[in-house]
C-alpha cells in the first residue's frame, strides 16, 4: 500500500474503489470503470477491511454509484456550463466514467486524502484538486466561477460520517454561498445502523447519521426534490427482500441516494 497516512475515515476510499473495480469485471456489470480497476490493483488492501467486506457491500455500493452518475448524467444535460463538485471524492473515477469535459469537475478532499489520490490521477491538473474540510468554507472561493443554478454538489459515501448538526450547517454555509445550487448525495437508515455501522466501526470509521425517513434530509435545511431508494434500484441484484421494500418503509429507507435544492 502506498505510504501515506491517512485517517481511518480517509483510507475508506479504498473500501469503496474496490466494490467499482470489481464492478467493472462483472458481465453484467452496471458500468465500466477501468480507471478504478487500475488503480485498485496500485492501492493495496488493508488486511483489516477483509472481515468488512463483502458481496452484499459490492453490490450496495456498485447501485450507489450507478444511481448518483444517473444523477449527475442528468444534470449536466439539463444545465448550461455545469460545474460538478464531488465533496470528500478520495478515489472518485466518477469524471472519467461519465467523460466529462476537465473544466466541468473539481475534487474536493482533504489534503492527504488528495495527496493519496494524485499518486493515482497524475494527469489530472492541480486546479481539478481542491483541499479543503465539506464542513468549513476557505475553499469555497478556490472553486471556478460558475452560476449557483449550474453547479452540482456530489457527496457520495461522506455524510454518515458527521452527524446532524455538522450536516445541517454544511448545508447552511453551502446555501449562502451557493443559493439554488444541487446536492446529490447518499445516507444510510435506521436499518444499517447494526449492519453497515458496525462494518464500518470495525474498520475505524464509525459512522454518525442515520435517517428514519425523508424528513431527515428535508431538516438538514434542503429542498428535497427526488429520492431514490437503493432496494428499488436494479431488483434484479437484491433477491428476495427486494419484493417488501414497497410495504416496508424501514428497508426502503435502508439506503437512499437523494437530490435537494441548497
Known amino acids: 500500500m502506498r505510504s501515506i497516512n491517512l485517517s481511518p475515515i480517509e483510507k475508506t476510499m479504498i473500501f469503496t474503489l474496490r466494490p467499482r473495480a470489481e464492478e467493472h469485471a462483472r458481465p453484467d456489470r452496471l458500468f465500466d470503470d477501468p480507471q478504478a480497476a487500475s488503480w485498485f490493483a496500485q492501492s493495496g488492501w488493508p488486511s483489516e477491511y477483509e472481515q468488512a467486506y463483502g458481496e452484499k457491500m459490492q453490490n450496495s455500493v456498485a447501485i450507489r454509484v450507478k444511481t448518483v452518475d444517473d444523477a449527475v448524467e442528468r444534470f449536466m444535460a ?7 463538485v464531488e465533496l470528500g471524492a478520495g478515489l472518485s473515477t466518477r469524471a472519467t466514467r461519465l467523460q466529462m469535459n476537465p473544466n ?11 495527496a493519496f489520490r494524485q499518486a493515482f490521477a497524475t494527469e489530472e491538473a492541480p486546479s481539478h484538486q481542491v483541499a479543503g474540510s465539506i464542513l468549513k468554507t476557505d475553499w469555497f472561493d478556490t472553486l471556478p466561477v460558475a452560476q449557483s443554478s449550474s453547479i ?3 457527496a457520495e459515501g461522506i ?13 447552511s454555509q453551502l446555501r449562502a454561498r451557493f443559493p439554488g445550487a444541487t446536492l446529490v448525495a447518499d445516507v444510510m437508515g435506521e436499518a444499517n445502523r447494526a449492519r453497515a455501522g458496525k462494518r464500518l ?13 425523508e424528513q431527515d434530509i428535508v431538516n438538514l435545511g434542503l429542498s428535497s426534490v427526488k429520492v431514490w431508494p437503493l432496494i428499488a ?29 441548497l
Open 159 to 171: 455524510l454518515s460520517f458527521f452527524d446532524g448538526d455538522q450536516l445541517a450547517a454544511m448545508v
Open 201 to 213: 466501526e470495525s474498520i475505524g470509521a464509525p459512522a454518525h447519521w442515520f435517517i428514519t425517513d
Open 233 to 261: 434500484q436494479y431488483p434484479q441484484r437484491w433477491g428476495a427482500e427486494v419484493a417488501h421494500w414497497a410495504t416496508d418503509p424501514i428497508l426502503r429507507n435502508s439506503s437512499v441516494v437523494f437530490e435537494a435544492k
Open 104 to 114: 466541468q469537475w473539481v475534487a474536493v478532499d482533504l489534503p492527504d486524502a488528495l
Open 78 to 84: 439539463t444545465h448550461d456550463a455545469p460545474l460538478i
Open 152 to 154: 452540482l454538489f456530489a
